[in-house]
């Protein structure tokens, strides 16, 4: 009887041990999203492949390198990974989305291709709540965010020859009037007589450049760009930022 009961107490132990181990699984396999960084460098100019789940997005929050890095020339990133390439070195930031049962909301993405060609500027007209991000450049002409690609709200366009693959983020569905999500704010940030000047918000949920008020290019990593604490903007750089947030 004595060893029956031991045979049961054992088995119970056994089995909470193993529900514990369950929970724990859940619980990290399933929490909210979380953020790390990883350096990525590109060594004696030339290009450089760093393997890592960027399903979360891909932002550069630190320069290291004298050689510039701009998204789409100099870095980029797809599914599998972050590029570097001609000298860039830097710090990216990427988000890992959480799981979560099926059929859920939270950001899905698609790819869509958008092109000028005869050196023309063109409208392509696609949901862009989620925000783009350019993943492939097909052309031989540069494409740069903020000089020859850019997007608002209700597209992407292109002009000077840049023909590129860029990726949408789509929101979820999720029902429920007024619930959560993203939301944009826009705000202006301007560097005057040429100087470096510093324009401090909130940009945990990312900063895109929506529209250049200068004559001078306003170059991702080169004239402006962003850390956890702000936007900066140099060499006569005027714009205005579309800072998400949550």
Do not use: H
């Not at 450089?48 to 510039?68: A, E, F, H, M, Y």
């Not at 390439?85 to 049962?101: H, L, P, V, W, Y």
């Not at 031989?140 to 000077?160: A, K």
């Not at 693959?165 to 959560?180: D, K, Q, R």
Request: with cysteine; charged share 25%.
């Amino acid at each position: 009887m004595k060893s029956r009961a031991s045979k049961l107490l054992t088995s119970s132990v056994k089995m909470q041990f193993i529900l514990a181990a369950l929970l724990a699984v859940m619980i990290v396999s399933g929490g909210s999203a979380f953020q790390r960084t990883i350096s990525c460098n590109s060594d004696d100019m030339k290009r450089n492949w760093c393997s890592v789940d960027t399903r979360g997005g891909v932002r550069l929050v630190k320069q290291k390198s004298g050689s510039p890095c701009v998204q789409g020339r100099t870095w980029g990133w797809d599914r599998n990974g972050i590029w570097v390439d001609r000298g860039c070195r830097a710090e990216f930031e990427i988000g890992s989305g959480g799981g979560g049962g099926g059929g859920g909301g939270g950001y899905g993405y698609r790819t869509i291709t958008c092109n000028s060609d005869d050196m023309k500027r063109n409208w392509c007209s696609t949901n862009t709540q989620g925000g783009v991000r350019l993943v492939r450049q097909r052309s031989d002409s540069p494409c740069v965010q903020g000089r020859t690609w850019g997007y608002n709200r209700d597209g992407i366009w292109v002009d000077r020859g840049c023909r590129a693959e860029f990726e949408v983020g789509g929101g979820g569905g999720g029902g429920g009037g007024g619930g959560g999500g993203y939301g944009y704010r826009t705000i202006s940030c301007n560097s005057d007589d040429m100087k470096r000047n510093w324009c401090s918000t909130n940009t945990q949920g990312g900063v895109r450049l929506v529209r250049q008020r200068s004559g001078s290019p306003c170059v991702q990593g080169r004239t402006w760009g962003y850390n956890r604490d702000g936007i900066w903007v140099d060499r006569g750089c005027r714009a205005e930022f579309e800072v998400g947030r949550y």
